[in-house]
C-alpha cells in the first residue's frame, strides 16, 4: 500500500518533470532549502495555467502565505506575498505591484546569500499568521489546472 507521502509526492514530482532538466534540478533543489528554512511551514502546491507554484504558509490558507517559489518556462523565482513591505537595502527585490516582489533564482545558491536570507526572514517575522513553532509540516496539492503553459522553452527541439 502506498503511503501517503508518496501519494502527494508523486504528483508533485511529475509536475517538476514537465520543465527542463536544469530547471526541475533548480525547483528541487530549492525546494529543499525552502523546506530547511521554513520547518513547519504547509506548503501549498499549485500547477496553474502559467506557473508552477509552492507556497510556504502558515497555515493551509493562501493567504497565510510566507514566500512561494514559482517557475515557468523563463525560470525560477522567490516571491514575497508582501515584498513591497519589507526593507531590503540591498534592493534585490523585483517587481513594481502595490504588494508582491520576486527574486531570480538561478541557482539554489541564490537563496543562500545573506541579503536574501535576510529578506526571507524579515518575511517569516511579518507574516499576518505566525509559523507554527513545531511540527514537520505539511504538503497540500491545491489546484491543477487542466491546460497550462509549455513548462520548457522554446527551442529548436521543443517549438510547436
Known sequence: ?????????????EFIDRFDPKAAGIIRQCRQELRKLLPTSTELIYD???FFVIGYCSSAKPS??????????????????????????DHLLQGVGKQNRFIRLP????LQVPGVLALIHQAIERAP???????????I?????AKQRQRRKAGKGNQL
Do not use: W
Not at 497565510?64 to 526593507?87: Q, W
Open 1 to 13: 500500500m502506498p503511503t501517503v507521502l508518496s501519494l502527494v509526492e508523486r504528483p508533485i514530482s
Open 107 to 110: 541557482s539554489v545558491e541564490a
Open 64 to 89: 497565510s502565505c510566507v514566500v512561494s517559489l514559482a517557475a515557468a518556462a523563463n525560470g525560477v523565482g522567490l516571491s514575497f506575498y508582501h515584498g513591497a513591505t519589507l526593507k531590503d537595502p
Open 129 to 139: 499568521i505566525p509559523l507554527p513553532k513545531e511540527g514537520g509540516g505539511s504538503t
Open 48 to 50: 496553474n495555467y502559467n
Open 141 to 145: 496539492i491545491q489546484s491543477i489546472s
